[in-house]
């Protein structure tokens, strides 16, 4: 590092530095940090002389048991090294250390709290601030430095979920007339109370419909560029179509909440910590640090509402907890306190009551009461976690399963919605994840997510998406395929969409419409199929109304309970329809095998369209393919190079001719990057359900890249990729 000025002060600042980190400029020691999630600086001004200088970083990644949050297992990597942004920061001998922006409940104005590091005695401040569009909407000068600020906003814009408005409060700090710092501090005028049941933002209750997630990546851990960051938002808002994310378990990348900032979904983030708390009093120090450095790094972000200051899943502590409730508190009067236990009825100190309700086991109810779960039934509950590891589900497994999947979260969030006491619910989780050889399947993955480790879809990702109405959703939960069923009977099973109905046709003759859901809490509730039958006796066997309705009737049950099992009353149902329609038991037989087994006959084609406003906005086909095809979705084909490379991730499926993910083509995929692009993870990959991915990372400026995709017998794919500096 190059110094020519020695009449500034200079800062080193590390966004995220795992796990305990001790900085040298010159041999010099100058700071030491303990903990790998929260941000830390130090002025390094004293030890600098004029020319080149010699910075040195030592890390201490180990599962420290000093810190937390180790001091026991934990369910997930806590990957270690030097992996967020680290920068140079020069300042004048005076600047603005810190802003913090308030918006008062009045929803029209702002307070503004300034901290400055030096004498301010001979200077003055001028504040402004900038809407979206950047037109300054307010300007006021000051004869002084001013640690408390008020302003009002003229037609105030508010931050709202998903519906995000940022303004910009900039404030310049002068000597004379000489401008010496610049602070910009986005913001969004927005309150967060709370009332005996709901969570309100601006003062309307929001009922907060959210996941879990972790920070990691395949192969490479948390060290992503500030892209792939946005990208996790992306997928959660336009995707996933959540207003909420919690942050599980410790303060994740500015990036990442920066774009949760713009595209309003909330955030739940909390300190660092599974389960464990140390009684070594410098563990819990360091404990009660993480909650300071977590607020004053974070509390400008318009998206947090909530400040997590228990160790997720901890014992009750009230010694430890008070200190930091009272502490976050302190440092921050505009947002409620909570902190995740799965502990029923514990020591209550915060706000509000976030519990881990892991009860629903696929037959009883998706969560507990309310009354069962708090000690104080005036404040808010909330699930902070559910499902989970109670169904560890991968891509691969059968169609049941991953249909069943999928239904308990469908399950928690209409019971959490339809008692009316619960403020919401964070599913555990967004995507699978690595973990230690404690937990997880025997490849050390906690397959927990509603997406693969990539963040490709599995089936109950499609319960999420389907509540939001921005685009069309539908996703069938079933392959159609006989061989996925025992004697081939094709049960019961679910249409997941944001359509008002399910038009259902069989080789392109219709059947029947449902529009059914056991959801009825949910916007868009699973829609029920439980008749392929449908209109086709009579369409196709010219059976009258009455007639079908009986026969109908006869070959469900046979469905649903196989011919030779069928109950007594099914059995009479029967043989008092052979006997009024005269049908004999080839009659039987051959209506059987064509409308329910089509076992030994030509596949059959099935349609599903999604119907709304008497609209088809999404159709669905499920037949058995004669050609398999990749896909390849990058997360953009432009990538910065700035002060650092940039990388994109690439999301790799095997679909069939009908564009539903080949589950059982389990293939070798073969990755080749161009000569300016950086493959990571390896070259060649092999997909599992029909699914995988993988990263890249830009190596020089240059106009045109390429990245091919292939498999054996496969037509390949070629992305375009353009790097700019």
């Given amino acids: 590092m190059n110094i020519q000025d020695l009449s500034k002060r200079y800062f080193l600042q590390f966004d995220g530095a795992a796990h305990i980190a001790t900085v040298y400029v010159n041999g010099m020691q100058l700071m030491h940090h303990e903990c790998g999630y929260t941000a830390f600086r130090v002025e390094i001004t004293s030890a600098l002389h004029k020319g080149d200088n010699l910075v040195s970083v030592k890390l201490n990644t180990t599962e420290d048991a000093s810190i937390p949050p180790f001091g026991f297992m934990i369910d997930y990597l806590t990957y270690g090294g030097i992996y967020r942004h680290v920068w140079l920061d020069e300042k004048e001998s005076t600047y603005i250390k810190d802003v913090f922006v308030q918006p008062r409940s009045d929803l029209t104005s702002i307070t503004s709290t300034i901290t400055y590091d030096g004498d301010t005695s001979d200077m003055h401040v001028k504040a402004q601030i900038f809407d979206q569009e950047h037109i300054c909407v307010v300007q006021k000068e000051y004869d002084s430095c001013l640690d408390t600020m008020t302003q009002f906003i003229p037609s105030p814009i508010l931050w709202n979920v998903h519906h995000a408005y940022l303004y910009t409060f900039h404030l310049e700090l002068y000597k004379g007339n000489t401008c010496i710092d610049v602070s910009d501090t986005p913001f969004g005028l927005r309150t967060i109370t709370w009332d005996e049941n709901n969570i309100l933002v601006n003062h309307k209750p929001v009922f907060i419909r959210g996941l879990n997630r972790h920070q990691s990546f395949p192969y490479v851990g948390y060290a992503v560029s500030d892209s792939l960051q946005k990208e996790d938002a992306r997928i959660l808002d336009e995707e996933l179509g959540v207003n909420a994310v919690r942050t599980s378990h410790y303060p994740q990348s500015h990036a990442f909440i920066n774009e949760c900032d713009r595209r309003g979904i909330?955030?739940?983030?909390?300190?660092?910590?599974?389960?464990?708390?140390?009684?070594?009093?410098?563990?819990?120090?360091?404990?009660?640090?993480?909650?300071?450095?977590?607020?004053?790094?974070?509390?400008?972000?318009?998206?947090?509402?909530?400040?997590?200051?228990?160790?997720?899943?901890?014992?009750?502590?009230?010694?430890?907890?008070?200190?930091?409730?009272?502490?976050?508190?302190?440092?921050?009067?505009?947002?409620?306190?909570?902190?995740?236990?799965?502990?029923?009825?514990?020591?209550?100190?915060?706000?509000?009551?976030?519990?881990?309700?892991?009860?629903?086991?696929?037959?009883?109810?998706?969560?507990?009461?309310?009354?069962?779960?708090?000690?104080?039934?005036?404040?808010?509950?909330?699930?902070?976690?559910?499902?989970?590891?109670?169904?560890?589900?991968?891509?691969?497994?059968?169609?049941?399963?991953?249909?069943?999947?999928a239904l308990r979260h469908a399950r928690v969030m209409n019971d959490a919605i339809q008692d009316k006491q619960h403020a919401g619910m964070f599913s555990w989780c967004m995507f699978d994840y690595a973990t230690h050889k404690d937990f997880g399947s025997g490849d050390k993955i906690c397959y927990h997510g509603v997406m693969d480790s990539f963040r490709n879809p599995k089936l109950a990702s499609y319960v999420y998406s389907s509540q939001q109405e921005n685009t069309p959703v539908l996703e069938v939960g079933t392959t159609m395929d006989i061989g996925d069923y025992p004697a081939g009977q094709i049960a019961s099973f679910y249409c997941f969409t944001n359509g008002d109905s399910i038009r259902l046709y069989k080789n392109d003759v219709f059947v029947k419409e449902f529009s059914t859901t056991p959801f009825a809490s949910l916007k868009h509730g699973p829609i029920l199929i439980d008749d392929t039958i449908g209109d086709l006796l009579e369409t196709q066997e010219h059976m009258s109304k009455q007639q079908t309705k009986d026969i109908r009737s006869c070959l469900l049950a046979a469905r649903d309970y196989g011919l030779a099992n069928l109950p007594l009353k099914n059995k009479l149902q029967f043989a008092k329809a052979m006997m009024k329609y005269h049908l004999t038991f080839q009659d039987g037989v051959d209506l059987y095998g064509k409308y329910v087994s089509n076992w030994g006959d030509e596949a059959t084609q099935w349609r599903f369209d999604a119907i709304k406003n008497g609209t088809v906005i999404a159709s669905k086909t499920k037949c058995p393919g004669s050609f398999l095809h990749i896909e390849a979705k990058i997360s953009s084909t432009v990538l910065e190079e700035s002060d650092t490379y940039d990388m994109a991730s690439i999301r790799i499926r095997i679909l069939d001719d009908h564009d539903s993910v080949a589950s059982y083509a389990q293939l070798p995929i073969t990755i080749q990057a161009s000569n300016n692009l950086e493959i990571i993870g390896g070259e060649h990959i092999v997909s599992e359900g029909g699914m995988c991915g993988t990263f890249i990372r830009s190596k020089a400026v240059s106009s045109h890249e390429m990245i091919t995709i292939s498999s054996p017998g496969l037509e390949p794919v070629t992305l375009h990729i353009q790097i700019r500096g």
């Fill in 266 to 405: 909330l955030v739940f983030t909390e300190i660092p910590g599974w389960q464990y708390v140390s009684s070594s009093q410098h563990w819990r120090d360091i404990c009660i640090n993480n909650v300071e450095e977590m607020i004053t790094q974070y509390r400008n972000h318009p998206s947090i509402f909530m400040w997590g200051v228990r160790v997720n899943e901890s014992q009750d502590d009230d010694e430890l907890y008070t200190r930091t409730n009272a502490l976050a508190h302190s440092l921050d009067p505009t947002r409620p306190t909570s902190g995740v236990r799965y502990i029923e009825k514990s020591s209550f100190l915060e706000d509000i009551y976030s519990y881990n309700d892991f009860s629903h086991n696929g037959t009883n109810p998706g969560c507990k009461k309310k009354k069962d779960v708090t000690p104080d039934t005036k404040k808010p509950l909330l699930i902070s976690e559910c499902n989970g590891h109670m169904f560890p589900t991968k891509s691969f497994d059968p169609i049941s399963k991953r249909q069943e999947h």
